[in-house]
């Protein structure tokens, strides 16, 4: 079964606190899971000296994520933003950019490969036929 690490909301109306989570796929949002590893508190709170922007407050058990991302957890797209705002995994839009890229270079790459067969299949169907005598 799928392995997630994921965000389970407690608090109160208005007032949401989620817990970082890591459980099985199919399990609904708020039900045990199989290890809580962070909080993540959305709504920003000033600053202790008055001076500067809101925060957020993150608490997050790296070593146990890290773990769990070892093992082929697969984090949400919450999650795998929080995580990597602590530098665990990359963000995904540059992987996105990283897989687009990629994906450029096999059509660049193709585009011969692929007009070399297209020759090769004309040639091979455009032979005269031989006389049979």
């Not at 962070?38 to 000296?49: L, Q, S, V």
């Not at 797209?77 to 540059?94: A, H, K, N």
């Not at 450029?104 to 090769?120: A, D, F, G, I, W």
Request: aromatic share 6%; glycine share 6%.
């Amino acid at each position: 079964m799928v392995i997630r690490l994921r965000l389970a909301r407690f608090g109160r109306r208005h007032a949401p606190v989620y817990n970082i989570v890591v459980c099985h796929a199919r399990t609904a949002r708020n039900s045990k899971p199989i290890e809580v590893i962070g909080t993540y508190d959305p709504i920003a709170k000033p600053p202790i000296d008055g001076a500067g922007k809101p925060v957020k407050d993150i608490q997050l058990d790296t070593t146990r994520a890290k773990y769990w991302l070892g093992v082929g957890a697969q984090p949400s797209d919450t999650v795998w933003r929080l995580m990597s705002m602590f530098g665990l995994i990359e963000p995904q839009w540059q992987i996105q950019r990283i897989l687009a890229a990629g994906k450029e270079e096999m059509v660049r790459s193709r585009k011969p490969k692929l007009q070399e067969n297209l020759n090769e299949t004309v040639e091979t169907t455009v032979k005269p036929k031989e006389a049979t005598q």
